[in-house]
């Protein structure tokens, strides 16, 4: 039996801490953090999904970081795996950044990708 260490399935940076910190600050309810997900959709196949959580769900992969947490839904947590979020403001647009390893192809417009599932039997590199 090989036993592995529990690894993060995502990361997030400081600016994406933030804001996720003044998303949940500026509620107009009791939340816990920001649940990130996966859904069918846009012109590369696949949409981002985050919605502010008010209850933990079975199977949620939480990600307590920063100061902030997130939760993964467990059917994106496949495609997911490796995953950097950030957050950035430019002149035209501000946003979540995802850098995910697991992406294949982004459309033009930046809202939706094509992912391919990480491999389950990944093991995280020893620190």
Do not use: H, W
Not at 24 to 33: H, P, Y
Not at 82 to 90: A, L
Not at 107 to 114: F, Q, T
Request: net charge negative.
């Amino acid at each position: 039996m090989t036993v592995r260490s529990k690894f993060q399935v995502m990361s997030l940076t400081d600016a994406a801490a933030d804001r996720v910190r003044e998303l949940v600050e500026n509620a107009d309810r009791d939340v816990l953090g920001l649940r990130v997900g996966i859904k069918t959709g846009g012109c590369a196949g696949m949409e981002y999904t985050m919605d502010l959580v008010e209850e933990a769900k079975p199977g949620d992969d939480v990600i307590d970081e920063k100061g902030v947490k997130l939760y993964v839904d467990p059917s994106a947590v496949l495609f997911l795996l490796g995953t950097e979020m950030d957050f950035e403001v430019t002149k035209f647009r501000s946003g979540f950044i995802f850098k995910n390893p697991n992406e294949v192809s982004a459309c033009g417009c930046g809202e939706s990708v094509s992912l391919q599932a990480a491999d389950p039997n990944f093991t995280a590199p020893q620190a």
